[in-house]
């Protein structure tokens, strides 16, 4: 009866596993498990931190194989390598797993020992389904991050949509409002100036009146542009045109000594569909912009045109100041501005603004500190429908 059960529980002789074998293949699953609970706890530690994640995930690769102290991990996506210290350069032993995002193959990630030789037995088949796991999990976690990445862009454009719509309808009735006093005000200052018998005095404080109400009538202005309450016209438009009338006009009004004009014209240019009044207010913002960012020394201004497949690129470009991240990210909100008081309304970039995004265009800039900025406008061959203001913005 004895000699039965121990056959029964044993399978028989031929079939009984040694207890070190035992051992070892449940030593090796316990490292297994332990490397996904890791990895995972890795996707969870360096949330919003994917290079920080990877750093973490090939350190901890190299312990959940057989050979930790002569294994090296190395894990790459879009041309972004992570590896642990020592990652031989061509390794004749190695595993690797594809690491695959919305079907398409992104990176991979491998484990290498650094031993010389090809011996396939160094690896064990539970070693390669471990590798695929941790390659899923990596594409999974990529995935997310880029999802959460492109909703909260897409929740701040509209958020910032929704506070240019409120500005806009608080500047168009603020607008409207002083349009007439300060009409008004102009007129009967300019009325009083015709006075033959006018004490010079009194002359000269309504000259004073006359230049603040012009200049209020120039904010007034832009303001009914940023709100969108001017008129729009579009007609056929050479971009080349309109930049050698503007540059020739900038450059001879040009008081600042040292700046210096270059175009770039593609000769190909086809036309567009514009407003031809609007798309000239865009060109002299930037490049008023520019001439404002230029050094005290001059610097070059480089006003540039590209042609794309459907599109047309305006390209300003200065040796100027340049503006830091944390500025460029505000360059086209309304009344923001770095000049000094009474030099700027901070209405010029969001009026820009305003007019690419009805046009359905986009502009973005790109700008470094100390070595200038670069604002592109992409204005379509054929009219299109007005973007959303936000959507068109586009930042480092």
């Not at 899923?136 to 506070?163: G, I, M, N, T, Y």
């Amino acid at each position: 009866m004895t000699r039965r059960r121990s056959q029964s529980a044993g399978g028989g002789r031929g079939d009984a596993v040694p207890a070190s074998d035992s051992h070892d293949r449940l030593r090796e699953r316990v490292k297994e498990l332990t490397c996904l609970y890791e990895v995972t706890l890795a996707f969870v530690e360096h949330r919003a931190d994917l290079s920080g994640c990877f750093r973490r995930i090939v350190s901890i690769l190299p312990g959940a194989w057989r050979f930790p102290d002569e294994a090296y991990a190395a894990l790459g996506i879009d041309g972004v390598e992570e590896r642990t210290p020592g990652f031989p350069a061509a390794a004749a032993n190695a595993l690797s797993s594809d690491i695959v995002v919305a079907g398409r193959k992104r990176g991979e990630v491998r484990v290498a020992y650094g031993r010389a030789g090809a011996d396939e037995g160094l690896f064990l088949p539970e070693e390669r389904s471990l590798l695929d796991a941790v390659a899923r999990q990596v594409a999974v976690f990529v995935e997310r991050a880029e999802a959460e990445e492109r909703r909260a862009a897409a929740e701040a454009q509209l958020r910032h949509a929704d506070r240019l719509a409120t500005i806009g309808q608080l500047a168009a009735g603020v607008a409207h409002e002083l349009n007439e006093p300060l009409g008004n005000i102009l007129g009967f200052a300019q009325l009083a100036l015709r006075g033959e018998r006018l004490p010079e005095e009194a002359r000269a404080d309504l000259d004073k009146i006359v230049r603040a109400s012009l200049h209020g009538r120039e904010v007034i202005r832009k303001l009914l542009a940023f709100a969108h309450q001017g008129p729009a016209s579009r007609q056929r438009l050479s971009l080349n045109a309109l930049v050698e009338e503007v540059v020739f006009l900038m450059e001879a009004g040009c008081e600042q000594p040292g700046i210096r004009f270059v175009q770039r014209l593609a000769p190909d240019l086809p036309e567009i569909e514009a407003d031809p009044v609007q798309v000239r207010q865009v060109l002299v913002n930037l490049v008023v912009n520019a001439m404002h960012a230029a050094s005290a020394g001059g610097g070059v201004i480089t006003v540039s045109t590209e042609r794309g497949p459907e599109e047309v690129a305006l390209g300003v470009e200065d040796t100027g100041c340049g503006m830091p991240e944390e500025v460029a990210r505000h360059a086209f909100d309304p009344f923001f501005t770095t000049k000094e008081v009474g030099r700027g309304t901070g209405l010029g970039l969001s009026v820009v603004q305003g007019i690419v995004a009805g046009h359905g265009g986009a502009i973005e800039v790109r700008s470094e500190p100390g070595r200038g900025s670069r604002f592109t406008v992409r204005l379509p061959m054929v009219a299109r429908a007005p973007r959303d203001e936000a959507a068109c913005i586009q930042t480092p």
